[in-house]
C-alpha cells in the first residue's frame, strides 16, 4: 500500500523548506507541532499550499499535529489527510471494535474508556501490507486521560538491548490470535472484543479463509468455532523510504507478559484514582487469565517465529524502551495528527468524560 505521491519527488523532499513548528518534546524529537496561521485556516488547503515541506517533516520527525484549523467535520479531516496520502484505506482487520464516521473516517476504537491501548504501529502484524500513513482527529477531548501517545520506533530499535534486539531480528515473531465465533452465545473474554465474524465481516468460512490467506495469515479452526491466526514476519523493518530500521510488531501489545506490565504502568501514570483502580483490576484478570489457561487458548500471544517462547524479560525491557521514548500530549478540541506508521507507533490512554478521536489511514 505505497502511496504514489509519498514517494514521488524524493530529492525534492530532500531540498524542501523546513516546515515552522515547535517541537515541545524536543529530547523525543516527536511530534513537531504546527499551529494555524489564522482561525478558520482549512487545513487540506494549507497543506496543499507547501506539500513537500510537510512531507519532509513529517518524514524527519515521523509524526505532525496540526493546532487551530478548521477541522470540525469528518470530511475535512478526509480532505486534509488525502492530501498527504491520496489512497486512503476502509478496509481493517485490526483488533480495536470501530464505527463509520464517513467513507474513510471511522472512531478510532470502540474499546471501553478505562482500557489502556499499549503503543503499537497500525496493523503491523500484517507488516508490508501495514498502512504507511495514520492519522487521528480529536473533535471531543475527554476531561481526564485519553491522550495518544506516540513513540518513534526507530528511536527504540537503536535503543534495545543489542542482545534483545538480535534474537528479534534473526528469529522473527508470530503474532497468534484467538476468535469466537458467531455460534458463541457470549464474548465474555475482557481481552478480545471481535468474534471472528465481526473481524471479516462475513460467516462464511471459506471467504475468511481466502481473506486471511490473501493476508499472509495461516488459520486453523477449532471444533468449537474459534478461529486461531498466525501471522509470521521479520519483528523489525526497514523503512519503505528512508531505510533507517525500526521496532515492527505487536510483541508488546499482544505477548502475555506485556499486558500485566503495561496495566501496571499506566496505573502508576494515571492520576485519577478510578482509572488506577481499574488498570489495577485488570492487571489482576490478566495475571489469573495467563495462569489458569495454556498458551493456546489465550486471547492472543505472540512468538518467536519458529515458535519458541520469547522471554518475558526480553518483553519487559522492550515495553520499557517504549515508554522511555514515548510522547504523551493531551488532545484539543480540532486536532490531527498526521504519522508516519512505518516509524512512529500510538497507543491510547484510558479516560473519563465523553472522548471523541477518529482515525483514517492508507
Ligand atoms: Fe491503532
Known amino acids: 500500500m505505497e502511496s504514489t505521491q509519498d514517494l514521488r519527488g524524493d530529492r525534492s523532499l530532500q531540498d524542501a523548506e523546513p516546515l515552522a513548528g515547535s517541537l ?19 487545513l487540506a488547503d494549507w497543506i496543499a499550499e507547501r506539500h513537500d515541506a510537510v512531507m519532509a517533516a513529517r518524514r524527519k520527525h515521523g509524526a505532525l499535529r496540526f493546532r487551530g484549523f478548521a477541522v470540525d467535520q469528518a470530511q475535512a479531516f478526509e480532505d486534509a489527510a488525502r492530501v498527504i496520502a491520496p489512497d486512503l484505506q476502509c478496509e481493517y482487520l485490526g483488533q480495536s471494535p470501530r464505527r463509520k464516521l464517513s467513507d474513510y ?56 538491548d543489542p542482545v534483545v534486539r538480535e534474537a ?6 508470530r503474532h497468534i490470535r484467538a476468535y469466537k465465533g458467531p455460534k458463541a452465545k457470549h464474548n465474555f473474554d475482557v481481552f478480545q ?37 498466525y501471522s509470521t514476519h521479520p519483528a ?27 496495566l501496571a504502568r499506566q496505573a502508576r501514570l494515571l492520576g485519577s484514582p478510578r482509572l488506577f483502580a481499574s488498570a489495577a483490576a485488570l492487571k489482576l484478570i490478566a495475571v489469573a487469565k495467563h495462569r489458569l489457561l495454556p498458551a493456546d487458548r489465550q486471547s492472543y ?50 479516560f473519563q468524560g465523553e472522548r471523541l478521536v477518529a482515525v483514517a489511514w492508507a
Not at 25 to 42: H, I
Not at 236 to 262: C, D, I, K, Y
Not at 329 to 344: E, F, K, M, Y
Open 301 to 350: 500471544h505472540v512468538t518467536y517465529a519458529d515458535g519458541g517462547e520469547i522471554p518475558s524479560s526480553h518483553i519487559r525491557h522492550v515495553c520499557d524502551v517504549v515508554w522511555r521514548n514515548t510522547v504523551v500530549q493531551p488532545w484539543q478540541r480540532g486536532d490531527v495528527l498526521a504519522i508516519d506508521n512505518a516509524s512512529v507507533a500510538h497507543g491510547r490512554q484510558p
Open 24 to 42: 515541545p518534546d524536543s529530547e523525543r524529537g516527536l511530534p513537531l507541532c504546527v499551529t494555524a496561521p489564522a482561525p478558520g485556516t482549512v
Open 236 to 262: 523489525v523493518r526497514a523503512h519503505p523510504e528512508t531505510g533507517e530500521m525500526a521496532w515492527f510488531n505487536h510483541s508488546q501489545v499482544m505477548h502475555l507478559a506485556a499486558t500485566p506490565h503495561e
Open 168 to 173: 528479534f531480528e534473526t528469529r522473527g515473531v
Open 105 to 160: 473516517v471511522f472512531t478510532s476504537t470502540e474499546l471501553p474508556p478505562h482500557y489502556p491501548i499499549p503503543q503499537h504501529a497500525e496493523m503491523s502484524f500484517y507488516f508490508d501490507r501495514a498502512p504507511h500513513s495514520l492519522f487521528f482527529w480529536c473533535p471531543t477531548p475527554s476531561a481526564v486521560g485519553g491522550a495518544t501517545p506516540l513513540t518513534d520506533l526507530r528511536r527504540v530499535y537503536r535503543d534495545l
Open 193 to 229: 472484543f471481535k468474534r471472528w465474524h465481526e473481524v471479516y465481516g462475513t460467516t462464511d468460512k471459506a471467504e475468511v479463509e481466502r481473506i486471511a490467506h490473501e493476508a499472509g495469515d495461516e488459520l486453523v479452526w477449532d471444533d468449537d468455532d474459534r478461529l486461531t491466526l
